[in-house]
């Protein structure tokens, strides 16, 4: 399976999860960065919020460095 099925296959929660791993953030941390608020992250993270609102994508997308259309559904990350 390649890299880019994985991804697709991936959840909103599980790319949040992993980029900001990646980014070596923590989750206060990410929210500082992105301006979410922290428990909003704390509960994509956990799969409280399957669907988070168009804005939180936004704001996370822009801290990732990555697009919101990346984080909600795997496409490609970069415009």
């Keep these: ?3 880019s099925d994985k991804t697709a296959r991936e959840t909103i929660r599980e790319r949040v999860k992993r980029l900001r791993r ?3 953030l923590t989750q206060l941390e ?7 608020p ?7 993270e ?3 919020t399957e669907t988070p609102r168009v804005k ?9 460095g990555v ?9 490609n990350p970069i415009d």
């Design 67 to 75: 697009t919101a259309s990346y984080l909600m559904n795997g496409d």
């Design 46 to 48: 956990r799969g409280a």
């Design 22 to 24: 990646s980014a070596v």
């Design 1 to 3: 399976m390649s890299t």
């Design 56 to 64: 939180t994508m936004r704001l996370l997308a822009e801290a990732f």
């Design 38 to 44: 922290l428990p909003t992250i704390k509960d994509i």
């Design 30 to 36: 990410l929210a500082s960065l992105s301006g979410v």
